[in-house]
């Protein structure tokens, strides 16, 4: 079994920033790739970044320019740096992992609790 903890949540002002941490923990063989997803009140859960093996990195429009994503592969964890945060951006974070607990096992995609993240009007 796999664990990911998240951090780094909270309360912040418009134009401040945070940065969320996700650690993964357990039956680890690899992660291929580490995650950032969002979900408002009434809304669908929608990606916010996503960083894969390589390094390569996808953003949603929302945060491209405001939003950075990086993964240490020594700590099984995955960073979200977040500036010019928006009222908009309020939402639970959530943290998801594709791991490998095997060499040869299937890849199995992971999700943390969530942290949320509020930013007043």
């Known amino acids: 079994q796999v664990q990911l903890v998240e951090s780094g949540g909270g309360l912040v002002q418009a134009g401040g920033s945070l940065r969320l941490s996700c650690a993964a923990s357990?039956?680890?063989?690899?992660?291929?790739?580490m995650g950032w997803y969002r979900q408002a009140p009434g809304n669908q859960r929608e990606l916010v970044a996503d960083i894969v093996s390589d390094d390569r990195t996808r953003y949603a429009d929302s945060g491209k320019g405001r939003f950075t994503i990086s993964r240490d592969n020594a700590k099984n964890t995955v960073y979200l740096q977040m500036s010019s945060l928006k009222p908009e951006d309020t939402a639970v974070y959530y943290c998801n992992a594709a791991v490998r607990s095997t060499k040869w096992g299937p890849v199995v995609s992971y999700w943390g609790q969530g942290t949320q993240v509020t930013v007043p009007s």
């Open positions: 357990g039956s680890i063989f690899s992660i291929s790739a």
